[in-house]
């Protein structure tokens, strides 16, 4: 068993983790590891609202227009695509990209092709709507944690290595003990969102600044594998309360710190849904985060079923359960919206 903190990013503390040195965790778990030379890495949430069955088909050309610029040199290591209907009853599709490299990023957001088409008056006028909310977390701001160590999500595909079983997990306080920063800073917030140009109204574009400490969280869930009781269990009882949870946060999630919550699901590249899903979810800090996960009564009926169908089934369980989280400084996030209803990620709550 090792630390979730790769080894090059220990360093004195200053803040100590919630449990003793000698702490057992009931289950294992892993946590993808990028080699130490990868200091900063880059999720892209690329996104395309629409509204009603006749923009569906104008949307989903956009998402794959979105899709064949990440063939483009300097592209995204991994990409995922996956779709919502919102509150307001949009359709959103999100082209979700991610490498290991911010410069290889800015390189390929500048390819011509890429850049203009993005910048394009026509997006203006094309009758549906367009995202990008950029994260750059640089290591020491972002933790992963996977129940199983042989098939990695998102950003730990870009990172490409596992540790071995480690040992911040499965309590509260867990997620912010693996985070590197924990172990000097609390990651407080300061500060508010801003409008730093542009209206949300029809026919503009908006860009928003994040403050400092914004934490995002993408976790995921994937039942393909499961047969008999355990996917029964996961489909009869635990997706609906999960499903829930998620539109707790996305109805009344301003109220408790959480500027945007989406529950997600996978598409394959022909549009067709997968049987994989995530809740993506941003949030004014990791404290308001936490408190969600610890006390809403779905997550954790979520996570008192979750351990104990893993002790039932012996360790031996199909379903799949991972996430990422990133606690951001402002100069780690862009936010960017085209044409898109007032209550779309971060603009939510923001008066623009
Ligand atoms: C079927 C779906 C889910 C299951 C089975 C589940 C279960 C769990 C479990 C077992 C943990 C503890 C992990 C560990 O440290 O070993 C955990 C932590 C957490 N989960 Fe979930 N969860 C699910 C979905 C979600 C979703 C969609 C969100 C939010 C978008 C979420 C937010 C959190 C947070 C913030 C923590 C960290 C709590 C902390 O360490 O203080 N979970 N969850």
Redesign the pocket.
Known sequence: MESAIAEHLKCPRTRHRRIEDDYA?PYP?WSARAPQGVGQVVMGFFGVQSRGREMQGRACAALLEIARGFTRADGPGHHDLAHHVDADGYDNMIAIAYWDDPQRFERWSATPGIDAWWQSDERLSDGIGYFREIALPRSERYET?FNTPDRLEGIGVVMGGVSSDIQE????????DRIPLSQTDAMAPAGTRTVLAGRSAPGQRVRVGGHQNIAM?R?G?EWTDTQGQERKL?LEE??PV?HE??DF?RDQGLGIGCYS?R?MQHLDPTGAPLQKS????FWRSLAD??R???SHPT?VA??GS??RYVQALNFQLQLR?Y?E?SVLKPDEQRYEYINCHPRTGLLNGLSV
């Open positions: 965790p778990a944690l997990h499965a309590y509260w306080g867990s997620m912010r969280i976790s869930q996961y635990m997706e999960l949870g998620m946060l919550n529950y995530f809740g993506l979810s985060m936490e969600w996960a610890e997550h979520i996570f979750f351990m359960v996430h989280v």
